[in-house]
């Protein structure tokens, strides 16, 4: 195995799929991921791209307006001086970094630093606090934390014996100064090698239903796993990517970090207290941007605005984190010109299944699997393989480079997740004669009313249908008669009251749209709760079902 081995394993990989960008066909049946046995990203890929580059590999915006560029060149130089400066600070191979920095600079240079040092990243979003972070330090089993200056006091009452390290002119003198890595040497020398197996990143999972769980991946899993996740995206070499996603979630390192490089893109940030559509459709314009991937809770917020004040639509729209519904989809076809290609995948995985480039969308699908992932339906009831509904699975018996190591420190959860040569997603799906595979819903959030099976995300794209709908979550209510009947949780639009009125609007349309075993029969007005990184807490939902709490309006007393 001759030394860039590795380097030119993943380049034939990835050049195969810019290749068949739009023949999803050809793709599927002839990819194959590459397993080399020694890979590190930061070292073997980007250095090796960052070779002479001046072409941007960062552009951040910021709220007033001011830009700052680095080209892969300086972040290659920069990354050097990062990684030889943390291990003068102690930082050694197998370390874990906690970072809870914001979409700045440093943050991506601290990355590609830790990756060359082969140190384990534990990222964390700036809006933990100090429970969390206790939390996170605790079984992250952290040596090492690099936070944000603003940040430094959320720590001052999470015990132990970590390094403490801040990003910011000011920082406290208890902290080290982040800053002074620009005066390291950037001529940075690996003291071993990097398998590809090694640990590379420790995600903490959002805790929808239970306290999160600690993801394990790879030197390959997620650098060389986002293969597919660049392929669905439609990305070319020298295209501008925007991605709306905070720092400290997977979904960050997806499409602000691995795919957006692994095809040699720009990574586009634009920094914002407060949404603002409008503004971020002028940074877009005024930024070149040519793919663009948002979360379901942006785009529904973006088609509240004049979409057509977007005088260069992108390239390619995706949407990801939770199923789009497909009259969002419409709208933004109608005012683009784009249709938004719906994928799935989780925190850990890269990309299961999309819709993918070149390839007719079906409303209402989330795609097909994507190239490298081979995806089996498992009937929750009989636990065998089913052709139209089931527990999504991925085949490991073909395991994907994308799927995580397993939950760090829990055997038995890692063992249940995994057995039987599947990793169970959790997640519900059906499939048509075609392959396509729709979304039903978490396993534990499809119910039953009057012995009818309930799928939520069926309900509320209904709701989303009618203007005066911004948000919704359906759950079970318990009831006399019908065991469950579905009740909504409402966030209205701008210009509509919670009241009888509106309460009564919505339960016409509902009449109107669903059969009359899903129509809604309850409905509470107000904001949902949701994790830090923005997923709707349904469990929470059920709870305050359970206990009868708020102000709910029921379709039969007002008929």
């Known amino acids: ?45 980007f250095d090796h791209i960052a070779t002479g ?4 590999a960062l552009r951040i915006v910021e709220e007033d307006g001011t830009s700052r560029g680095l080209s892969f060149a300086e972040l290659s130089v920069r990354s050097g001086s990062a990684a030889t400066w943390l291990r003068a600070q102690g930082v050694a191979a197998g370390d874990r970094i906690l970072v809870m920095l914001g979409n700045q600079r440093e943050l991506w240079e601290v990355m590609l630093g830790a990756m060359k040092l082969r140190a384990v990243v534990i990222p964390a979003t700036p809006l933990l606090g100090p429970a969390d972070l206790r939390d996170r330090i605790e ?50 020398s690996p003291d071993g090698e990097t398998l590809a197996t090694d640990t590379l990143m420790l995600y903490f999972t959002s805790g929808t239903t239970d306290r999160p769980k600690l993801v394990e991946h790879t030197h390959a899993s997620y650098p060389i796993g986002h293969l597919s996740t660049m392929y669905w995206l439609g990305l070319r ?59 379901p809770t942006v785009w529904r917020m973006l088609i509240q605005s004049d979409l057509t004040k977007l005088r260069n639509p992108p390239r390619e729209a995706v949407a990801a984190g939770e199923p789009l519904n497909p ?41 097909r699997p994507a190239p490298g992932y081979e995806i089996v339906l498992l009937d929750p009831v009989t636990g065998k393989e089913s052709p139209d509904e089931g527990e999504l699975c991925v085949d490991l018996r073909h395991r994907p480079a994308g799927v995580m190591t397993g939950y760090r420190d829990d055997p038995e959860r890692t063992a249940e997740a995994m057995a039987d040569g599947l990793y169970r997603t959790g997640d519900i799906a059906s499939r048509d004669a075609d392959g396509h595979l729709t979304y039903v819903g978490r396993s534990d959030d499809v119910f039953k009313a009057s012995d009818y099976k309930i799928s939520p995300f069926e309900l509320e794209s209904a709701l989303l ?38 309460a009564r609007a919505l339960f016409q349309h509902s009449r109107a749209v669903l059969s009359p075993y899903k129509r809604i029969r309850r409905i509470e007005f107000g904001e949902l709760p949701k994790t830090v990184s923005g997923k709707i807490r349904r469990v929470e939902l059920r709870e305050l079902t359970a206990a009868g709490s708020g102000k709910e309006y029921d379709e039969a007393e007002l008929s």
């Open 1 to 45: 195995m001759t030394e860039n081995s590795a380097t030119e394993q993943f380049l034939a990989a990835r050049d195969f799929l810019l290749e068949r960008r739009g023949d999803y066909d050809a793709a599927r049946a002839g990819f194959t991921w590459p397993r080399p046995e020694r890979f590190n990203w930061a070292l073997d890929w």
């Open 53 to 56: 580059n001046g072409a941007d």
């Open 139 to 188: 079984r992250g089993h952290v040596r090492h934390v690099i936070a944000r200056a603003e940040d430094t006091a959320k720590f001052d009452d999470v015990p132990g014996g970590y390094t403490r390290i801040a990003a910011g002119p000011e920082v406290p003198t208890a902290w080290r100064r982040l800053e002074d890595m620009y005066d390291a040497d950037c001529n940075f």
């Open 237 to 295: 070499p020298g295209d501008v990517h925007l991605n709306i996603a905070s720092p400290g979630w997977a979904k960050h390192a997806w499409s602000n970090l691995f795919a957006p490089w692994n095809a040699g893109a720009t990574v586009f940030v634009h920094n914002y207290t407060r949404f603002d559509a409008e503004r971020l459709m002028a940074e877009m314009d005024r930024g070149g941007v040519t793919t663009f991937c948002a979360p």
């Open 327 to 367: 009259e969002v989809i419409e709208k933004v076809r109608q005012a683009w010109g784009v249709t938004i290609r719906d994928g799935f995948g989780q925190t850990e995985t890269t990309l299961q299944a999309g819709n993918f480039p070149g390839v007719p969308v079906k409303p209402g699908s989330m795609g």
């Open 465 to 502: 249908e009618h203007e005066a709908v911004a948000e919704a979550a359906v759950v079970p209510a318990p009831d006399p008669l019908r065991l469950a009947v579905p009740k909504a949780y409402i966030t209205l639009a701008a210009g509509w009251e919670p009241g009888e009125e509106t």
